[in-house]
């Protein structure tokens, strides 16, 4: 009876212990599962971990959307994510070509050397960040009819931080 019991007691264990693992898998396959290479053939990343990196993610923080807006003249991804510490979802574009941008406080940065290396030909990061009531900005971009890729955030109390080593043609609203 107790060589039974501790059979079953084994077989249960490890059971739990597959399923677990099985989860674990479950989680990361998502990511894994996003499309780096848009339709047109522009190319966020090599890897997952390459566009966390590039985008100062960290390992623990989650990916759970790539969409793209390309033209002629542009190409862009824009990356939502969660952090691994807060449940809100950000928004950040990384991108190449001819590109406005639209903010009420425009803050213009060079590239890092990190972000050059990573970025396969892009040559853009924007992200929108704000504070106190002003904590859900996200970047939206629009294509417009000549081609061009016109970023904004999500409110007009968000900062909205333009990385890149390229001029920057910009519109600093009302």
């Avoid at 590039?54 to 952090?83: G, H, M, P, Q």
Wanted: glycine share 6%; proline share 1%.
């Amino acid at each position: 009876m107790k060589k039974t019991a501790l059979i079953l007691s084994l077989a249960f264990s490890l059971v739990l212990l597959f399923a677990a693992c099985e989860q674990k898998q479950i989680k990361t396959q998502g990511e894994e599962e996003l499309q780096l290479t848009s339709p047109k053939g522009f190319k966020a990343a090599n890897s997952i971990s390459e566009l966390k990196s590039f985008i100062d993610l960290n390992t623990n923080d989650r990916i759970i959307s790539i969409e793209y807006l390309e033209s002629e003249k542009a190409n862009a991804a824009l990356i939502s994510f969660v952090r691994e510490d807060n449940q809100k979802k950000q928004t950040i574009a990384i991108g190449k070509g001819k590109m406005h941008f639209e903010s009420t406080n425009l803050i213009y940065k060079k590239l890092s050397p990190k972000n050059q290396k990573a970025q396969n030909g892009g040559s853009w990061i924007i992200s929108c960040t704000g504070t106190g009531d002003c904590n859900n900005c996200t970047v939206q971009g629009t294509v417009d009819a000549d081609g061009n890729l016109n970023f904004s955030c999500s409110d007009s109390c968000c900062d909205m931080e333009v990385k890149t080593n390229n001029e920057a043609t910009y519109n600093i609203g009302d």
